[in-house]
Nanobody, 119 residues
Framework: QVQLQESGPGLVKPSQTLSLTCIVS??????????WSWICQSPGKGLEWIGYSAYSGSTNYSPSLKSRTSISRDTSKNQFTLQLSSVSPEDTAVYYC???????????WGKGTLVTVSS
């Protein structure tokens, strides 16, 4: 059974870069044909897909966040990392890492981590 665990600071200052790592156990991030995504949910809003790192190493980002987003991976540690630059209070959200197929089918989820953007 795959398990995903988000790790990173819970408080980020405006204009700084938010960085979160998803530590994966029970399954390899290089296994065909899984996609490893980041999703966020701001207070009072729905889920928003941020982007993914695919089994192949390719990446894809939401058009609305693409200019500020980077997702990388470390296959030796079986983890992948989200970096969201130039954050503002509107980026305050619970951030989830997931495993799934493409951008909408997410079969496995981490518990989520709250990131607050505030000075």
């Amino acid at each position: 059974q795959v398990q995903l665990q988000e790790s990173g600071p819970g408080l980020v200052k405006p204009s700084q870069t938010l960085s979160l790592t998803c530590i994966v156990s029970g399954g390899s991030i290089t296994t065909n044909y899984y996609y490893w995504s980041w999703i966020c949910q701001s207070p009072g809003k729905g889920l928003e897909w941020i982007g993914y790192s695919a089994y192949s190493g390719s990446t894809n980002y939401s058009p609305s966040l693409k200019s500020r987003t980077s997702i990388s991976r470390d296959t030796s540690k079986n983890q992948f990392t989200l970096q969201l630059s130039s954050v503002s209070p509107e980026d305050t959200a619970v951030y989830y890492c997931t495993r799934g197929f493409g951008t909408t089918a997410h079969s496995d989820w981490g518990k989520g981590t709250l990131v607050t953007v505030s000075s």
